[in-house]
């Protein structure tokens, strides 16, 4: 029992959880352990930006090309939204990435990127911003037609 943290990182983890549960504490790889902690919490934040960018792609699809609306696309849209909202109700810490610009701007990049590359139409055609508050964004029957006025991703050059 003494698989090293580079060789296989499953081996080791069952490991490490022996220990623990031995009350071994000497033996643990600390410094690995609170490694492979920090992931976890970021690996729960990649996957809510996951979904938050499908869910935005799908959003530009539906406003930009109506006639190509689908119920795949409903489909796409209600399933991101019920998945955001069950890892939001799991992990409730996740929800200050909402309100992320940095967070919100890398989403919103991502879904601008993908539609470009799903629509054909150009990157430059959609919003620099998203015009969508947060509320409309995850509310389960609400789809976009005409582009909003209020911004729930803030344009970090104006000045309030």
């Known amino acids: 029992m003494n698989t090293r943290y580079e060789t296989d990182v499953v081996a080791w983890a069952n490991e490490q959880a022996e ?3 031995a009350g ?3 033996k643990l790889d600390l410094a690995h352990i609170a490694e492979e902690i920090e992931d976890v919490g970021k690996s729960e934040q990649r996957e809510l930006a996951h979904r938050m960018s499908i869910l935005l ?3 530009l699809k539906w406003e930009f090309q109506p006639s190509h609306r689908t119920n795949s696309w409903t489909s796409t849209i209600r399933d991101q939204r019920k998945s ?3 890892r939001l109700e799991k992990t409730p810490s996740l929800k200050k990435s909402l309100s ?3 967070w919100l701007e890398d ?3 991502d879904a601008r990127n993908d539609a470009t590359k799903e629509t054909g139409i150009e990157f430059d055609k959609f919003p620099l911003w998203c015009s969508w508050g947060m509320l409309h964004i995850l509310q389960q029957d609400w789809f976009p037609s005409e582009p909003e006025q209020s911004s729930q991703f803030p344009n970090p050059d104006r000045t309030s």
Request: proline share 0%.
């Open 19 to 21: 220990l623990l549960r």
């Open 24 to 26: 071994r504490l000497e």
């Open 57 to 59: 792609m799908h959003l």
């Open 84 to 86: 955001i909202a069950r």
């Open 100 to 102: 992320d610009n940095d």
């Open 107 to 109: 989403v919103w990049l």
